[in-house]
């Protein structure tokens, strides 16, 4: 597969669903968002982001961890007051995402090992 990531939305949960494939770097993860924010990918009506990573892994160093925060705040417009959840079942890949969550300042971030339990967290 030459894409390294797809968006869809549920409707009925209002949930924006991002699988990623592959190995990730932070250039994937602001290019992929960017790419959704041109194309028009982000319903206005969501109540939540579930990025997935279980088909990928992360390629990126611990400390760049703050370029994803930094990220999600230079883009509060999207991320603010949403629930962003991260799906992954690597133990070596759960430390970013745990890294991030630590930062959180006007979003919420969360690492999980289903999507089930993301999706309960997000609705709640």
């Not at 883009?75 to 759960?94: L, Q």
């Amino acid at each position: 597969m030459t894409e390294k990531f797809e968006y869809s939305f549920n409707n009925s949960l209002g949930i924006l669903f991002k699988t990623y494939y592959g190995p990730i770097t932070i250039n994937d993860i602001e290019s992929s968002w960017e790419y959704a924010f041109e194309k028009g990918l982000i319903p206005k009506e969501k109540k939540g982001f579930i990025l997935d990573y279980r088909k990928s892994n992360f390629n990126i160093k611990i400390k760049e961890h703050n370029s994803i925060v930094n990220f999600y705040k230079k883009h509060i417009d999207i991320f603010g007051n949403y629930k962003i959840a991260i799906i992954t079942e690597k133990p070596k890949d759960i430390v970013i995402p745990m890294l991030v969550e630590y930062q959180d300042n006007g979003y919420s971030s969360k690492p999980f090992s289903t999507v089930e339990a993301a999706i309960i967290w997000i609705l709640n």
